[in-house]
T-cell receptor, first 116, second 110 residues
Framework: GAVVSQHPSWVICKSGTSVKIECRSLDFQATTMFWYRQFPKQSLMLMATSNEGSKATYEQGVEKDKFLINHASLTLSTLTVTSAHPEDSSFYIC????????????FGPGTRLTVT | RKEVEQDPGPFNVPEGATVAFNCTYSNSASQSFFWYRQDCRKEPKLLMSVYSSGNEDGRFTAQLNRASQYISLLIRDSKLSDSATYLCVVNHNTGNQFYFGTGTSLTVIP
């Protein structure tokens, strides 16, 4: 199946700093990538959808200036959490969808962010 | 009303048992349906897509009922390794709108 990687897998940062998370599709071209956040014992919550070469579409309640998304190529999307606060601590997961009519999406292994 | 609703469980079943999960969706325009499996602290992994005619993959059978707007997942001969959270995912006809259920927790007991 299609492989999606994320980096880093785990990061601890101090409050006020920024953290960049990378999402890569390794063996296919991802026209669309999704960014999710998951708090403990809760379901995934879609944060934003990004299409290669265009601005991301953010879900209601997600601050676009705080969560910067860049999808510069068909294999890479980045999420930057700016001025991180402890409440931003969460499990961030990306997923990617390839060309074609299949609507299956493949998830990266996730990035666990802890803001101290 | 939520787009996708699932019984969170937990479902605790003995090894070898058959267990079924249901998931209801609210938008009749939904086009694609999936079951994902998520292990604790891991990413969701696609278990199977759900086709209109129903489909089977080994011990797993998925069914779609458009009239009643629900999908189901049946697991036969449960294994310990089936213990996980099962997520129901629905996609609308625009292609980029995926809606996740909150997941159903399954624990298979020896």
């Amino acid at each position: 199946g299609a492989v999606v990687s994320q980096h880093p897998s785990w990061v601890i940062c101090k409050s006020g700093t920024s953290v960049k998370i990378e999402c890569r599709s390794l063996d296919f071209q991802a026209t669309t990538m999704f960014w999710y956040r998951q708090f403990p014992k809760q379901s995934l919550m879609l944060m934003a959808t990004s299409n290669e070469g265009s601005k991301a579409t953010y879900e209601q309640g997600v601050e676009k200036d705080k969560f910067l998304i860049n999808h510069a190529s068909l294999t890479l999307s980045t999420l930057t959490v700016t001025s991180a606060h402890p409440e931003d601590s969460s499990f961030y997961i990306c997923s990617a969808r390839s060309w074609g009519t299949s609507y299956e999406q493949y998830f990266g292994p996730g990035t666990r962010l802890t803001v101290t | 009303r939520k787009e996708v609703e699932q019984d969170p469980g937990p479902f605790n079943v003995p090894e070898g048992a058959t267990v079924a999960f249901n998931c209801t969706y609210s938008n009749s325009a939904s086009q694609s349906f999936f079951w994902y499996r998520q292990d604790c602290r891991k990413e969701p992994k696609l278990l199977m897509s759900v086709y209109s005619s129903g489909n089977e993959d080994g011990r797993f059978t998925a069914q779609l009922n458009r009239a009643s707007q629900y999908i189901s997942l049946l697991i036969r001969d449960s294994k310990l390794s089936d213990s996980a959270t099962y997520l129901c995912v629905v996609n609308h006809n625009t292609g980029n709108q995926f809606y996740f259920g909150t997941g159903t927790s399954l624990t298979v007991i020896p």
